[in-house]
Every structure is written in C-alpha cells, then in structure tokens.
C-alpha cells in the first residue's frame, strides 16, 4: 500500500513538472512594461525557415514568448514604430524574418499562442514593420528591454528594437 502511494504520487509530480509553465517576467520602463513567458534556448535553434529544426519559424506569426501571449502595456498615449498607440494593454505578437520582423499590437488579451490570434487577428490595434537585428552575443532566454526610445527583443543572436516616443 505505501508502494502504490508512493509511486502516485511520483507520477503526479512527474505530470505537474512537464506540465509546468515558464513563469511570467516583467521588463519596466518609465512609460511601457511587458510582462512575458521567458523561453529558453536549452541548445536548441530557435528560429529557421519551414522545414527547419527551429522552435519557431520565419514568416509566421509567433506568440513572442511562451505560454499565454505576451502582454506590452502602454501607460500613456505614444508612438510604436511611428504609428500612434493609445494607453492601455495589448496582446505582442511577431512575424520573425531573415531580414525584417513585423511586430503586431492586438486587442485581445491572454491569448494561447499563435492559433488563437488567427482567430483574432480583425482585433489588430497596429502593426510595425522593423529590421531583424542581430547580436554578437547569444541570449540563452528571450529577453525584452523597455526604455523611452525603444522596445528591443533578443532571443539567441536575433531579435528586434521597436522606436517608441512619449
């Protein structure tokens, strides 16, 4: 009987663990915050073409983080990527590129992932078309930084950096 139990809950623990999400982070700044599932690369390729072995894929729309979508918060009136933003939260999505990202602002909130943005993507607030940025460095987990001139995103050596204005 201590057996059974014993190897119940093990298996319970077991299923909790690999069910587990990343844990939300926060990244401030004076006028915008972002609160993200903060991925980590674990060796893995994070990005790729269709067909490739990475995570996510070039030229399609991607969550911009794990678990439930990425929310920016917006605390006053502003610019994102010259495009005017009205204060308040919206859904962070992204179309990663070789090249160029497309960053996209949606109104509907806690989202699961890309699939169900398909279904809301009439609900877009903006979009924004900006470099792909490279870094020299890797990044190990995706990593947002917020300041009054710019949102920037690093995941691995690529990302992205939106110019804001307040």
Known sequence: MKV??????????????AFAQT????????????????????GRVVLGKEGSAGLDKYDKVWR???????????????????KA????????????GETQWTVILNSVLKQNGAFEYEQNKSKDVLSVTVPAK???????????KVSDKSVDL?????GFSVPVKF
């Open 85 to 96: 933003v009205k204060a308040g939260t919206y859904s962070l999505f992204s179309i990663p």
């Open 23 to 42: 844990p939300r982070v926060t990244a401030e700044g004076k006028n915008i915050s972002i609160a993200y599932g903060q991925p980590s690369k674990k």
């Open 154 to 158: 690093q995941w691995d050596k690529e």
């Open 4 to 17: 059974t139990l014993l190897l119940l809950a093990f298996v319970f623990f077991a299923f909790v663990g």
């Open 134 to 144: 490279k870094y020299a460095a890797s990044a190990e987990k995706l990593t947002f």
């Open 64 to 82: 911009t983080g794990a678990n439930a979508s990425t929310e920016i918060t917006f605390k006053k009136d502003g610019q994102f990527g010259g």
